[in-house]
């Protein structure tokens, strides 16, 4: 032990790293019980349950996280090893990146859509805060080869339908799109590091940081108060509405996404226009989902429109994953 405490003196923390825990037979049993509705609706919308192994080689994983924004490279937080030939090895901090070469690999012959689901632990080598951890249960689905705006509407209403079998009354999903606020630097001239910061305080919520950082770049007031806005812009589909430029394209996505959700999934969304995620692989609407009972959010996904490209086979592809430790504290608190 590091601690150099006799080992009756040592805490909890003392015996296993930061960020992770036991989970002991009660809270097993309810974990369990929730794992067992997702799988049966995943099961009802034709999602075939698949396993890939923790350790990925690190080059492939590497390249497919940075596609979309080149500045954000290499494995995100990733553990790395190396195996007995030297290889560097990574453990998975995602399924999405190894769904997506099970796709193009296993199934180089089958015809899209391909549709798998998932039950496995992710790694992310981060320093632990309130609600992150190292080692995450997560749950999810990947549908390959339905591209937007079909695919899109799909895999939000499974991801509604299994939080509605999970037991959550009060959550929302907030849905953007990851091109939009790229896109408006660019037509604002603002690229390399400076659009890497802009981007990273939008991924953090640090509203105080990208008005700074704005400032800093002493934009024309028009440019700077429209990426203002965008970034604050979230509500119900009358968010959508009165717009032009890059802005019209994004939002008529969202707008035809919306219009094909069944009503039980479409009262769930709230869009959100400066909704950014840290994963490169993201080229299209993303989302978040949140509850009020729980303060961080419990599920993410996206359009990955690009990714299965990087391991030989073009296809267009969504998904998302939910938290489940994350689902069972908000369930928790919801019943309180």
Sequence with gaps: MSSGLPRSELSLADWIPSGTRDVLPDEMRELRALTDRLRAVF??????????????????????????????????????????????LALRSDMTIPIARVAATRYRQTEPPLRFCYFAHAYRAVRPQRGQSRELLQAGIELVGAPSPEGTAEVLTVLCDALDAAGLR???????????????LETAGVDGQVRERILGELVAGNYVGLERELDAL?????????????????????VLEGHSGPLEEAVAGLRTVHSLLHPHAAERIIFDLGLVRNLGYYTGAVFQVYDPAHGVPIGQGGRYDQLLARFGRPMPAAGFALGLERVHIALTGEER
Excluded: K
């Excluded at 919308?45 to 350790?55: N, R, S």
């Excluded at 934009?219 to 009358?238: F, I, K, Y």
């Design 218 to 238: 002493g934009l024309g007031q028009e440019d700077r108060s429209l990426l203002l806005a965008v970034a604050r812009t979230r509500g119900g589909p009358e």
């Design 43 to 88: 099961e009802r919308a034709g999602y075939g349950e698949v396993y890939t192994p923790a350790l990925e080689y690190e080059s492939p994983s590497a390249q497919a996280e940075g596609i979309a924004h080149p500045e954000w490279t290499g494995p995100r937080h990733a553990y790395r090893v190396f195996d007995e030939q030297g290889a560097a």
């Design 170 to 184: 009060s959550y929302r999903v907030g849905l953007g799109d990851a091109s939009l606020y790229p896109a408006l």
